[in-house]
């Protein structure tokens, strides 16, 4: 029997009713003969209010009490989806990430899941019964301790299962019809993509078109698993993400990703000496601080100011970081600042078109935004501009690349 | 070091100010000198709000599923009472029941601990951490399933993880100052008692005072841990629990303890011969219903009529499979009836004081209130009569044994 993955976000498992409705999706795929194994985030706000009770007795909660507390929120979704499913009649069985097989670094709030050992899962499935799961989650290999894969973590536990699965595809069910050239809030002509490659969605995914966790659509392309981006609210096909040779079309740029969520740090007069860059973006990395873009120039004879953003929330936990290494390399000082966006575009073809940037570049002049940072990549290419700039620069750079909807093409849905 | 066992009820642990207090008492045992291992359960009424949500998806939810949804609510608590522990500087880790290695059958929703491998708990007091322990859950031996204790299972936990680590005593933490002599809700007079032998306490427990879940008492009997159940809200010395050589006085009865949690089934007319008794109550037993009295009375030649009662919880599965049964067993019709409560005396010294049964028989008619079913045992003395009359039996009864807080002697003091 073929077996088919799929994952239900928190939106989606939000209210006793999401759920039933989930329910009854699920009992329909299974109906149609397949073998379903179904990742559960947890239900609406659930992570949030935990982690506002974690604030409410302690400053800075230890990480592995943090998982210890945020597992429960899937912990509770997948039990209720179970209960809903056997109310329709399908045999089915609900499993936490350590139940599953899902082996985790240490790394607590934010492991990474190192392999999948499906074992549980075959025999479940083997039974007849439909297969929930918690996301999210994970076992320590070191320590077998519950771990969590921070926020997204659900869609990486879902196309791993999917690839020690073997399933054809892997079906993400999410609020949003599929993935769009720019986010529909911002251009209402925006478009829905029948298809991109994981290399494209991965860019767009990282800068801001939080459609998908990166480390799920990385995850993908490492294994050949064909994720399907689709509604949980319609039946209709969303956007399937896969290889690059298996997506046709003749699109240079494929959309417009815009993020809100930067700050960005400026270590001042740092030696411009040998090592110096490493020193600073490995205490970084120690600490798990994702470093985004990374400018460095060079200001007098000996010294430089080093550039990079982070994300908004991991702002003072890098400045903590930081402050001590700037400290003892003599830097003059570290600045910082939170009201920036960036806007990127990203596209596979555009590394052998050339003017893509200079396009892009004009689009923005010609509205007389400022880029105050540029950043670029094979296919994409990023610019760190006012934050308040960021709904027009977005607008303009989707239009002076045509990816509006055709004529007569019916408008890209977006629910909720 | 000295190991202290403690449990904490979910009243303790209600909010974040309660788990911030709760962990400063805990501190200061730890700080006493004491190797603390702290038992909590589940925050306030979150198991009955995960109950509720439950009952909104599925008409009958799988046991193993509700299993599975319950267990999160002490694992919520356990983390965040780390978290707290940690916040005012020592060293702590929580651990769910599975973690704590508390090994239980299989009987999904009432499971019973078979026994505890308390090697982890050692090696994390070992390292001198406080260890916080979810109450009310452990693993299932055959499958390594996550069961739950049913209600008030933290006290068992707490009871047997003192035996399993030969711990002194066993401090039981709620929001009474400890045993009385009545509830003193109904009889305000009550008096606190210093201590309690196992027996008389798990009459008391099991007769609807509910300070202790009977199966810790049984626990704590069978291995010999004292039990001192105390207030959460002072530091006032509670009430021991222990072996009935060790407890001193001149009390006949101890309490008054009464129950409206009661429904009553007749059977009508069931065939006199033998086995009736066994079909009818093996399938009960199957099922896991708790019968408490059991009365049979031969009507007619070949007939009786068999009468019981359950918890009004257990009523409509009770009816259930009773139906099926009497009809097998030829029986004219099944009854029931809930407006109905128990009022229970509990000594150990009345086996040797005759008398007693008349006393409490006097007291009542004393009042006009009408016995409907009568059930002793060595230690105890229980009548059913209708709902509206069990205050006023309970006071009655109290002042006939002379229960109440003696001239001078300041008023017990119940918190809440």
């Known amino acids: 029997m073929n077996i088919l993955v799929q994952k239900y ?85 609900s499993l936490t990430g350590p139940q599953v097989g899902i082996i985790t670094d240490n790394a607590h709030t934010r492991a990474k899941i190192l392999r999948v050992e499906p074992d549980r899962v075959r025999s479940e499935l083997a039974k007849g019964r439909i297969v929930i799961v918690a996301g999210f989650q994970g076992l320590s290999r070191d320590d077998a301790e519950i771990t969590t894969l921070g926020r997204g973590g659900s869609d990486t536990t879902a196309v791993a299962l999917a690839a020690a699965l073997g399933a054809d595809v892997c079906e993400i069910y999410t609020d949003v019809d599929g993935v769009f050239t720019a986010d529909p809030r911002v251009v209402p002509t925006a478009r829905k993509l029948a298809d991109i490659s994981y290399g494209e969605m991965l860019e767009m995914a990282s800068l801001g078109a939080v459609v998908l966790q990166p480390r799920s659509v990385e995850y993908a392309s490492q294994h050949g698993v064909v994720i399907h981006v689709r509604s949980s609210f319609s039946s209709n096909e969303g956007t399937y993400v896969r290889g690059e040779k298996t997506v046709e079309r003749d699109m240079v740029v494929v959309g417009v990703a815009h993020d809100t969520n930067v700050a960005k740090i400026v270590v001042m007069d740092v030696p411009d000496r040998p090592g110096v860059a490493h020193r600073i973006f490995s205490a970084l990395a120690a600490e798990q601080v994702n470093v985004d873009m990374i400018v460095q120039s060079t200001k007098q004879e000996n010294t430089t100011d080093l550039l990079f953003t982070v994300t908004r929330d991991d702002l003072p936990r890098t400045l903590e970081i930081i402050d001590g290494v700037a400290k003892e390399l003599g830097a003059s000082g570290v600045l910082h600042t939170t009201g920036l966006g960036k806007v990127s575009i990203v596209g596979a073809g555009m590394v052998s078109n050339p003017g893509v940037a200079a396009r892009m570049f004009e689009a923005l002049a010609q509205r007389g935004i400022n880029i105050q940072v540029i950043s670029t990549s094979e296919i994409k290419i990023s610019c760190l501009i006012d934050l308040d700039a960021v709904p027009e620069a977005v607008r303009a750079i989707h239009e002076a690349f045509n990816l509006s909807v055709d004529e007569g093409q019916s408008q890209a849905k977006v629910a909720g």
Chains 1, 2 share one sequence.
């Not at 009992?27 to 604030?55: H, K, Q």
């Not at 302690?58 to 912990?75: A, I, N, V, Y």
């Open 9 to 93: 976000g928190g939106s989606s498992v939000g209210t006793p009713e999401r759920i039933k409705a989930v329910a009854s999706r699920i009992v329909e795929s299974r109906r149609s003969g397949n073998s379903v194994v179904a990742v559960v985030s947890a239900m609406g706000d659930t992570t949030d209010e935990l982690i506002a009770l974690a604030r409410q007795v302690s400053s800075k909660p230890p990480k592995r009490e943090m998982d210890m507390l945020l597992s429960t929120g899937e912990q509770i979704s997948i039990a209720l989806l179970a209960m809903a499913i056997h109310e329709l009649g399908e045999p089915v069985i």
